[in-house]
């Protein structure tokens, strides 16, 4: 039996360039690991895939990431006995923050560990690549300029503290909807991941905060009003700006100190339910 950690992540740049024939999206971001994570235990069983979980409001058969990744896993590595899978779910699902794509990182580690396979951390990201366009930046974790659908990274190592705090406000957004629902308006053709990138090395908090973008962010607005409403809402009581992660819902606000964290956090708490401090990591 053993544990892996699957952290979720926010993006601090996505710019979409372009809608590509196969359907998916030409992106350019900054990806971002924070510590709010979901626990999964691992352990050899005789045969098949058992998924447990508390949550309720996630599948626990093929539907879900984690157990699509065991399949993965045990079919590559040509594995005849099953796994145990017990998934503690803290990460907001559905969020814009990888949740689902972590577990399945999260589960090619710990089958990787468990049946002492001995592959690669880059071959594990190739077989999450197949699972999900954010799964090989899970594998790794830490901070990384992603390319093409997402799979294609330039991990780097900054020295900034920041804190962010996340909201995630009660609407259910679908990615592949936010995708669908780009105009030409919501594209760029110039991405500002090397700007991120370059403030995040200097560690340069006030810049950062003022390179934070999203492309995906009209498209989630117009599908969903909601999520302007919230967003327009928690930026003029904190009076800081707010962010959207990923395919929204989930915003965020970054801080410097742990101390405003607490202070931002405490106050978002008083009308917001799903609130989470982080630090980024
Ligand atoms: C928007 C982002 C930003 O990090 O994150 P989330 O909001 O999911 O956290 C990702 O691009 C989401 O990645 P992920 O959730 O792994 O997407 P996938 O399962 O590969 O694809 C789901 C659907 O989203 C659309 N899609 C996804 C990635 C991409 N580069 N272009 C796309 O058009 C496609 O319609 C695809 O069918
Ligand atoms: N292990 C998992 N955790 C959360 N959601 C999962 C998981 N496996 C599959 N899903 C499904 O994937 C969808 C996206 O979930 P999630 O990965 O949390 O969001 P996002 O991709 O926006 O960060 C949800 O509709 C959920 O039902």
């Not at 907001?92 to 049946?115: E, M």
């Not at 669908?180 to 995040?200: I, K, W, Y």
């Amino acid at each position: 039996m053993l544990v892996e950690r699957a952290y979720a992540k926010i993006n601090l740049t996505l710019d979409v360039l372009r809608k590509r024939p196969d359907g998916y999206h030409e992106v350019d971001m900054v990806m971002q690991t924070v510590d709010l994570s979901d626990l999964i235990w691992m352990d050899v069983k005789e045969s098949g895939i058992h998924l447990d979980s508390g949550a309720s409001n996630i599948p626990l058969d093929d539907r879900n990431l984690a157990y699509v990744a065991a399949q993965k896993f045990l079919q590559t590595a040509q594995i005849t006995s099953g796994v145990t899978i017990t998934l503690e779910k803290n990460i907001p699902v559905a969020a814009g923050l990888a949740g689902g794509s972590s577990d399945a990182a999260a589960v090619l580690r710990g089958l990787n560990r468990l049946f002492d396979t001995g592959y690669s951390v880059d071959k594990l990201a190739e077989m999450g690549a197949s699972i999900g366009s954010d799964v090989p930046f899970c594998v790794y974790g830490g901070s990384a300029v992603a390319k093409g659908r997402g799979e294609q990274l330039t991990r780097f190592r900054h020295n900034l503290k920041a804190w962010a705090i996340i909201v995630r406000p009660p609407i259910f957004v679908s990615t592949a909807d936010v995708y669908g629902a780009l105009t030409r308006d919501n594209m760029s053709e110039q991405p500002r991941s090397q700007q991120m990138v370059d403030a995040l090395l200097r560690c340069d908090f006030e810049q950062v905060v003022g390179l934070v973008t999203n492309g995906l962010r009209p498209a989630a607005e117009r599908l969903y009003p909601e999520v302007k409403e919230y967003a327009d809402r928690l930026s003029s009581t904190i009076g800081q700006p707010v962010h959207m992660s990923g395919s929204g819902p989930t915003l965020f606000i970054l801080t410097p100190t742990m101390r405003r964290a607490q202070r931002t956090y405490n106050a978002i708490r008083g009308f917001m339910k799903e609130v989470y401090l982080c630090r980024l990591i």
